[in-house]
């Protein structure tokens, strides 16, 4: 979950992958396994996974945005498959890969997502609120904005987006709606103006952080994608995400440490492991971008890759 980044990107920053190399390293690519990438996106993971693939390789390639199709290599060892990541199992099942040899995911938003307008994920344009990763589904930003309860926007802003005053946000934002729906972005910032704590920017990219990660459910499916990665890989396969939000990346280093998304392991009376998680962690810490990557990438600046391997 990319934090929302008020400097206009490059056309081109939609193609630059994050922690690239680190992560084909992590996945210690087999030239004949069969490879998972569960954010296609720009296709730049991918791409350097199918140049470590030989021509008996394969790579399966999740997107739920439909313009991600553009992107494709002309390579009959890739199969893009239009839906959620949550979907692995099924999808790996549906297309005789029921185990893999490799995982990968970069949870961020792409680049180009918040360079277009009419998306509504970016606080630099006016357009409708929207927020889909998926236009195939119904829930936007203006629907929570419009039909959530103070409380329930109170907690989706002070979790998700970390705004310093939440509780009056979602306050004024209940009493504004009741002369009418908020459907804009412009709407919305006229609404709350007089609230805004601090730097606007930061704020509305703060706010606009915790509406898309609900709109697109992205905690929920990035739990449902870990729960199922021990049963997708084959014995010493191995998985590497990519996250961008401090939720993110707790919850990806609880599930490959102890295999459940709680701070600490369930222990026996000898302080042993209850269940023994089915994964072992390869990084120690978080893998972070160096000087260089930043420079050339500052969308780059929040993301952290963690890699695990399945026990044998």
Known sequence: MKKEDDKTGSPSAYHIPVLLNEVIDALAVKPDGVYVDCTFGGGGHS?????RLGDAGRLLVFDQDAEARANLPDDPRITFLQHNFRHLQRFLRLHQAPEVDGIMADLGVSSRQFDESERGFSIRYDADLDMRMDKRQDTTAATILNSYSETRLHKLFEQYGEVTNAKTLARTIVEARKTGPIKTIAGLREAVHHIVKGNPNKYFAQAFQALRIEV????????????????ALKPGGRVAIISFHSLEDRLVKNFFKHGHFEESADKDVFGAPVIAPPLKPITKKPVTPGPKELRDNPRSRSAKMRAAEKKT
């Open 47 to 51: 791409k350097a996974l199918l140049k």
């Open 216 to 231: 697109n459910d992205e905690l929920g499916a990035l739990k449902e994608l870990l729960q199922q990665v021990p049963d």
